[in-house]
């Protein structure tokens, strides 16, 4: 099983991602939910998930 080198964790201001480049680098960023919701988005579209479209936005 592959074993990604990346950890999401909640702050009090938000969120944090942190990356493991190799074993000396480490990228880290804080984000909002606002970006980590865009992220995820991303990534599905990455994968060719299709997203759910949402009819309550019409209204």
């Avoid at 970006?35 to 579209?45: G, N, T």
């Amino acid at each position: 099983m592959f074993d990604l080198p990346v950890l999401i964790s909640e702050t009090e201001s938000g969120f944090r991602l942190a990356v493991m480049v190799n074993e000396d680098v480490v990228i880290s960023r804080s984000m909002s939910r606002a970006d980590l919701e865009q992220l995820k988005v991303r990534i599905s579209a990455a994968l060719g998930e299709v997203e759910p479209s949402f009819a309550d936005w019409d209204s």
